[in-house]
């Protein structure tokens, strides 16, 4: 008589611990955008002064290098971090769970290749031979241009993370088992950074007023993560709510 070997079903992970593994991963990046934005490019990029951003690179070269290291990281983790998000909103709208995945994603990747602008000063600053064939004035005009390209790639990533504020915030005021008072923050947040990018876009002085605005926006993001990794979610109204759509 020939034996039939069963496989033994695969445990899934419960809604409220992969919220909680969301949450860790959404603070990682939090803290990472914020060690790479503001330490990193706020202290040694000079608004306007080639010069005295090319001197600062060099000076702290170790510091920009791992601010670069730092956003691929990150980056990185935002893989998983969507996979969760999708796992736990699919219940309430899966096309929509899948926009929201999508929109992340695509600013992710648009974010990750301006990346390249990001790392070019220390190519252009460097000691490479070739680059004797330009001047000091010219490497440093070149290391500064490539920052105000990243800074623009940047604000395009920054659209697609509007749209998923967005979406996000409208999955959770549908939900039944997460706090919905995040919603409105989350949207608020989306429709900042859609309102900054392309003020950018058509009127960069509109958008230089708009753009501080958005570091007190970042309350939405952070009482996001916070929800997730501290309440998680309401695992009975959440089975309840993927019964109703079964």
């Known amino acids: 008589m020939t034996s039939i070997a069963l496989t033994p079903p695969r445990r899934e992970l419960s809604p409220s611990v992969k919220a909680r ?7 990682i990046i939090i803290v990472g955008g914020i060690f790479a934005q503001i330490f990193v490019r706020d202290r040694l990029v000079v608004s306007g002064d080639p010069a005295a951003t ?46 929201m995945v999508l929109f992340a994603a695509i600013g992710a990747a648009v974010q ?4 390249l602008a990001h790392y070019a000063p220390l190519i252009l600053l460097g000691k490479a031979s070739y680059l004797s064939a330009f ?39 549908r939900s039944t088992f997460f706090p919905r008072w995040v919603a409105p923050l989350l949207a608020i947040e989306g429709i900042l950074y859609l309102t900054n990018s392309f003020a950018h876009f058509l009127a960069p002085a509109v958008g230089n007023r708009i753009f501080p605005f958005l570091a007190a926006s970042g309350i939405a993001e952070v009482s996001f993560c916070l929800t997730l990794l501290i309440a998680g979610v309401n695992v009975q109204r959440w089975k309840e709510q993927r019964g109703d759509i079964a």
Do not use: W
């Open 21 to 27: 593994l969301a949450g860790f991963i959404y603070l």
């Open 54 to 99: 090319a001197n600062n690179i060099l000076t702290h070269e170790l510091l920009y290098r791992l601010g670069f290291a730092v956003e691929v990281f990150y980056l990185l983790c935002g893989v998983p971090l969507k996979l969760f998000l999708y796992d736990i909103f699919k219940v309430v709208d899966r096309k929509l769970a899948i926009a």
């Open 112 to 115: 990750a290749v301006i990346l």
């Open 135 to 173: 001047s000091t004035v010219q490497l440093q005009a070149a290391a500064y241009l490539s920052l105000r390209i990243f800074d623009y790639g940047y604000m395009i990533a920054l659209a697609f993370f509007g749209c998923f504020c967005v979406v996000a915030a409208y999955l959770i005021l």
